[in-house]
């Protein structure tokens, strides 16, 4: 059985935005997916639809064996911690450490008021130094976030993402703010924690080139629709100016292949 079904979903934003119109597909456990698409598509909707951040307005949403779309707040809970979600703007609390912006990727997973008095086992406290080391961060590890570069933010909250321990690694442009240099690094540790982990990832990208270099698989959306489904290696030139149509150019100009 796949690790996430995606099933006729819809999403409709206020009785009028149609963000996402009659979405399926399936990602299998272990598979690194790149979703592409022009500003609007509905990419992040689709996103936050998988971990129910919007509801759906149509259609189910099955992870990890389980039909998550009507599922009480307490299952939800429960469910979430299954999944990490990295932001473009890192969603770091900034004045606080490296090790505690880390360590709150515990949060879900505790009672409140151990969550709220701060209080994490010894085991918790050596995975998180482990995690933080893997993503070389060892050095900056009782740094207050405000003090980081950004492609070092994204690190954390990729370490924040993994302390939860999840299946699937739901990244929202997980590069847009960062240089070439830091976002290759990014990337690099995404498809490391895939193959090491075996932790499932779905990226949102906006560089074609970058959704192609890293995933097997592209998803192309267009208007919240799927226009492409299919390896990231049959992806052409026409295909993509159909997933962009003409809004794009620039994203698209350098891609030769
Ligand atoms: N909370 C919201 N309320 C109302 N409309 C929204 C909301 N969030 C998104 N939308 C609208 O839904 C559509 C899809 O937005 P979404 O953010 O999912 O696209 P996107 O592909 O992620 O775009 P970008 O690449 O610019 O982030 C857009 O028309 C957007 O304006």
Redesign the pocket.
């Known amino acids: 059985m796949p690790l996430l079904q995606i099933k006729n979903v819809s ?1 409709t ?2 009785n009028v ?1 149609r ?2 119109q009659d979405v399926s597909f399936s990602v299998e456990e272990g598979e690194v997916v790149s979703v592409i ?10 996103m ?1 639809c998988i971990n129910r951040l ?1 509801d759906t307005s149509a259609g189910s949403v099955i992870f990890d064996g389980q039909d998550i779309t009507g599922i009480s707040k307490r299952e939800l809970r429960h469910v979430r911690t299954k999944t990490g979600m990295i932001f473009q703007h890192y969603n770091l609390v900034d004045r606080l450490s490296v090790i505690a912006n880390v360590l709150h990727g515990r949060l879900g997973q505790k009672s409140t008021l151990s969550g709220v008095v701060g209080y994490y086992s010894e085991r918790e406290k050596e995975n998180a130094f482990r995690i933080i080391n893997k993503l070389g961060l060892s050095e900056q590890a009782y740094k207050p976030c405000n003090e980081l570069s950004g492609g070092q933010k994204q690190r954390v909250g990729i370490a924040r993402a993994l302390m939860q321990e999840p299946k699937l690694l739901l990244c ?2 997980p590069i847009a703010s960062l240089d070439p240099s830091s976002s290759k690094i990014i990337m690099d540790h995404l498809i490391d924690i895939n193959e090491t982990m075996n932790i499932t990832v779905i990226l ?1 990208l ?1 560089q074609v080139d970058v959704a192609v270099k890293y995933a097997r698989r592209v998803i192309g ?1 267009t208007a ?1 629709r799927v226009v492409y489904d299919g390896p990231s290696d049959a992806l052409d030139k026409k295909t993509i100016h159909d997933i962009y149509q003409s809004g794009e150019g620039d994203l698209i100009t350098d891609f030769e292949r």
């Open positions: 999403k934003y206020n935005t963000a996402l698409g022009p500003s609007g598509a509905g990419k992040s909707t689709l936050r919007v929202d442009e949102n906006h959306i919240g």
